[in-house]
């Protein structure tokens, strides 16, 4: 199967930027678009962005539209997420996940994806 490894999490002054990692492995040669979601305390899991592995099209929350770029590197089966601007309510638990399918519903919504990683805090101080 695949298996997903965020990194590069920490704790940031709100204005700072950050770029997470999601190294891939296992069967990644199937691998149709992976994204990033988000999970704040109290609150549900939500989309952030995704990227299509062969095109490289995007999509992007509205909440983080303009401010956050998701990029990949096919070669090194690995995903970025560079969150510039950061605001406090960007505080949250960090996801990779990836699909091997195409795309029905732009890849915003969680049971799109079938692999996951474990997570990167991303600690936003104001």
């Known amino acids: 199967q695949v298996q997903l490894v965020e990194s590069g999490g920490g704790l940031v002054q709100a204005g700072g930027s950050l770029r997470l990692s999601c190294a891939a492995s296992g069967r990644t040669f199937r691998t149709y678009a992976m994204g990033w979601f988000r999970q704040a305390p109290g609150k549900e899991r939500e989309f952030v962005a995704r990227?299509?592995?062969?095109?490289?099209?995007?999509y992007y929350a509205d909440s983080v539209k303009g401010r956050f770029s998701i990029s990949r590197d096919n070669a090194k089966n690995t995903m970025y997420l560079q969150m510039n601007s950061l605001k406090f309510e960007d505080t949250a638990v960090y996801y990779c996940a990836s699909r091997e399918r195409s795309l029905v519903k732009l890849g915003a919504t969680y049971y799109e994806y079938e692999y996951w990683g474990q997570g990167t805090q991303v600690t936003v101080s104001s």
């Open positions: 990227i299509t592995w062969t095109t490289g099209t995007t």
